[in-house]
């Protein structure tokens, strides 16, 4: 079973910027998402990323984020600029759809205002 490793979280700034990426033990999914849960609510839809490159995000970070993959790598990132204090969550990544078996821990990106 693949695992998926979330990293590159941090504290910033608001304006500040953040890469994460997300690692997995195998092949990655021909779809891939990036989605986040802040404290006291669900987990949300942040971006996804097909095997051919077509992208798709959540209108709250359209413009400011930028997901990308690297197959060889076995690897997605997820570029975020502009962040804003309620981009502060924890933040996965998965297959889009996702699969409960496939969550992993998470990076924590806290954004002060």
């Known amino acids: 079973q693949v695992q998926l490793v979330e990293s590159g979280g941090g504290l910033v700034q608001s304006g500040g910027s953040l890469r994460l990426s997300c690692a997995a033990s195998?092949?990655?999914?021909?779809?891939m998402g990036w989605y986040r849960q802040a404290p006291g609510k669900q987990r949300q839809f942040v971006a996804h990323?097909?095997?051919?490159?077509?992208?798709n995000y959540a209108d709250s970070v359209k413009g400011r984020f930028a997901i990308s993959r690297d197959n060889a790598k076995k690897t997605i990132y997820l570029q975020m600029n502009s962040l804003k204090a309620e981009d502060t969550a924890v933040y996965f990544c998965?297959?889009?759809?996702?699969?409960?078996?496939?969550w992993g821990q998470g990076t924590q990106v806290t954004v002060s205002s």
């Open positions: 195998g092949n990655l999914f021909s779809i």
């Open positions: 998965n297959q889009f759809p996702p699969k409960s078996d496939y």
């Open positions: 990323i097909s095997n051919a490159g077509w992208t």
